[in-house]
């Protein structure tokens, strides 16, 4: 099962507009991370997260975390054509060994 | 380039028979985790390898198994071969164990058919 949940399931933005994703998880974590794969690739890594965090900058990225509310934001401003991936989010759960739990994904689309 | 590498890129397999997949970490990256990637859906953890011993394991059956060697490299076998297991296999090496938030660096991935 999957402990991540994105929101959309899809995207599609014009170049230069702003996209946002977000992520509901179950359980608590140690951090969370955001991921973007291109045509079924491996994956990049984006930004992490910890638990005690609650914004995070890199880039054009913004990741938000509300822990007491379960869910992660991920924003890309002034997207651009080469921004058209999935986006995954991760988790570690606190408790119950090591394991990295993905989401189902949103998959952005970005229109030149 | 993340400088994980792994082998083959595709595979073809009817049910019931074996694979081995490999896989190459970065130099000094003592962990390795395996997923598998349906079409459309999120990465499933399947184990994590650190220092050559099973770290942790997701709900996966037996017949996934794993290997880590010295020089960085590490496998995943898959036995009695389903058609369930049609999915791209990645790895991911860090540094040491996660839950220290170490990032991950993912390979390209095995596409495994499964006829």
């Known amino acids: 099962s999957q402990q991540g949940e994105e929101d959309p399931q899809a995207l599609s933005i014009q170049e230069g507009e702003n996209a946002t994703m977000n992520c509901s998880y179950k359980?608590?974590?140690?951090?969370l991370q955001w991921y973007r794969q291109n045509s079924g690739r491996g994956l990049v890594h984006l930004i992490l997260i910890r638990s005690n965090e609650r914004e995070k900058h890199s880039g054009r990225l913004r990741v938000t975390l509300d822990t007491s509310k379960k869910s992660s934001s991920l924003l890309i401003t002034a997207s651009r054509a080469a921004d058209t991936a999935s986006y995954f989010c991760a988790t570690e759960p606190g408790t119950g060994g090591f394991k990295t739990i993905f989401g189902a994904g949103t998959r952005l689309f970005v229109k030149a | 380039e993340t400088g994980v590498t792994q082998s083959p890129t595709h595979l073809i397999k009817t049910r019931g028979q074996q694979v081995t997949l490999r896989c190459s970490s970065q130099?000094?990256?003592?962990?390795v985790s395996w997923y598998q990637q349906a079409l459309g859906q999120g990465p499933q953890f399947i184990f994590q390898y650190y220092r050559e011993e099973e770290n942790g394991r997701g709900n996966f059956p037996p017949r996934f198994s794993g290997l880590q060697f010295p020089n960085y490299s590490s496998e995943l076998n898959v036995n009695a071969l389903e058609l369930d297991d049609s999915a791209l296999y990645l790895c991911a090496s860090s540094l040491g164990l996660a839950g220290s938030t170490d990032t991950q660096y993912f390979g390209p991935g095995t596409r495994l058919t499964v006829l």
């Open positions: 359980t608590s974590i140690n951090n």
């Open positions: 130099s000094g990256h003592n962990t």
